[in-house]
């Protein structure tokens, strides 16, 4: 079993800044790909962004430029700084993993979701 522990949400002022951190424990063999995801109430799961084990990333149009992630393969933890929040990054933000077990089988996880609020 793996689980994903997040942490960093909280409110922040339009402008400001936030770090999320998520790290992964649990009968890990590897870790692909980790990322964040978010979901603002009445919208669906949208993608923030991700990044691979080499390093590769990627990131929401909306985020470009703001958001940063990255992440740490010792600790399998992976981090979203998020600068110049809007309102409009309003959402619980989730952290994903793809992560191969012990067993050679590879499964998708996710942690229980931080609430980030940008408001005045």
């Known amino acids: 079993q793996v689980q994903l522990v997040e942490s960093g949400g909280g409110l922040v002022q339009p402008g400001g800044s936030l770090r999320l951190s998520c790290a992964a424990s649990?009968?890990?063999?590897?870790?692909?790909?980790m990322g964040w995801y978010r979901q603002a109430p009445g919208k669906e799961r949208e993608l923030v962004a991700a990044t691979t084990g080499g390093g590769t990333t990627n990131y929401a149009d909306s985020v470009k430029g703001r958001f940063t992630i990255s992440r740490d393969n010792a600790k399998n933890t992976v981090y979203l700084q998020m600068n110049s929040l809007k309102p409009d990054d309003t959402a619980v933000y989730y952290c994903?993993?793809?992560?191969?077990?012990?067993?050679?089988?590879?499964?998708?996880?996710w942690g229980q979701g931080t609430q980030v609020t940008v408001s005045s």
């Open positions: 649990g009968s890990i063999f590897s870790i692909n790909i």
């Open positions: 994903n993993a793809l992560v191969r077990v012990m067993n050679g089988l590879q499964y998708d996880y």
